[in-house]
């Protein structure tokens, strides 16, 4: 194949491929440091995002006309300690097709995990950029 083919099926499976990846990301964590940090990481991976600090926020954004494709909530959130898991079932009541990715830094056994909307996926904290980005990634492609 001749250089200047191959070049321009690449530019097209590029532009493709962010087409596709694009989402907006709804995050609630209550440490603003660590929301923040997420904020810029899923940013600058080209997806829109949206952020909340608590649950109240979160649903209140959940009910809007806003698109959002993915939740990525913190489990224990300060006001409500399974603030996450409250949070999850009532947005996938609002929004059927929307992926959850749970996070914490605690520690998650079989009798939590069956808290989990179904289909969710989880990140366990701290993690890395590159963790992050693949859950991310692994989630919206589900």
Known sequence: MMPAIRASIAAILVVTAEIIAMAVILIVED???IRGDAEMMIQDWGHDILSASDVDE??????????????????????????GYELAHQ?????????????????????????FVEGAHFLQKPYTQHQLRHS???????
């Open 31 to 33: 440490d603003a440091f």
């Open 58 to 83: 979160a649903l209140s954004l959940l009910r809007s006309p806003q698109e959002i494709d993915a939740l990525f909530t913190d489990i224990y959130l300060k006001r409500a300690v399974l603030g």
């Open 91 to 115: 947005a996938v009541n609002l929004r059927r097709n929307l992926r959850v990715l749970y996070t914490t830094g605690n520690i998650i056994d079989d009798k939590m995990k069956a808290m």
């Open 136 to 142: 991310v990634e692994k989630l919206l492609a589900a």
